[in-house]
């Protein structure tokens, strides 16, 4: 692997990443519609073995990636005199790293975990309202109103972001102008949500909450 070729081969590598990242997203949009859908429960839980596999490739990737950019490091570091073979480097690198990997590396992939606790909110949504509706219409929509209204600005949520963290959802706008606006004064935000004990509320904690906006817009239709 000769060096001038580095830098072009690992901005290849990271743009790869990207289209691993769109692929999970078009799988997890394709998983809601399924459930929303009421399809059958084996067609869903493929969407999740195909998650799966898009976060074995993230994570084979990812080891490549780190296995070139630690071995130039070390090389560059030791400044030999002798050309190294990049490519045994790397590879040796590659090796230790891929010996550490687990079953549960896939599971913890960011868009997995995102996956799995939405398509469970999705569920919980569709299966659950549909039996609340069975006993009695009001509650049901009582108990969904509830759970449409932003904490912030108590009014029905049109972008709800979910905290990470605490598990609480605003309405997207409202919790970051929350969150510049305690930012510019250097202090932190405290979760808006009655009774919450979350004190350092972060914009790289809130991710769209896409099954309580689906049923938000189903509802309104």
């Keep these: 692997i000769p060096f001038n070729t580095i830098d072009p081969a690992l901005s290849v590598l990271k743009n790869s990443q990207s289209y691993i990242s769109s692929g999970m997203d078009i799988a997890t949009k394709i998983a809601f ?6 399809n059958d429960e084996e067609d869903v839980n493929s969407m999740e073995k195909v998650m799966l596999e898009y976060a074995a490739m993230d994570r084979e990737l990812n ?3 780190r296995a070139l950019e630690e071995t130039v490091n070390q090389v560059k570091r030791e400044k030999s005199e002798n050309i190294p073979d990049l490519e045994n480097l790397v590879q040796e690198k590659l090796t230790a790293i891929e010996s550490k990997n ?22 919980k949504q569709y299966n659950g309202n549909e039996t609340i509706e069975q006993i009695d219409e009001d509650i049901a929509v009582t108990r969904s109103q509830m759970n449409f209204i932003c904490p912030i600005t108590q009014m029905e949520m049109r972008r709800p972001v979910r905290n990470k963290v605490c598990g609480h959802v605003y309405e997207e706008e409202a919790i970051l102008e929350i969150i510049q606006s305690r930012k510019q004064k250097k202090k932190k935000v405290r979760c808006p949500k009655m009774g919450c004990s979350h004190v350092d509320v972060k914009g790289s904690d809130l991710v769209p909450d896409e099954a309580l906006k689906r049923v938000i817009d189903s509802q309104n239709k």
């Design 63 to 65: 080891n490549y990636i």
């Design 33 to 38: 519609d399924l459930v929303e859908s009421f």
């Design 102 to 123: 687990s079953d549960s590396d896939l599971q913890r992939n960011e868009k997995y975990m995102y996956f799995m606790d939405q398509l469970k909110e999705m569920k």
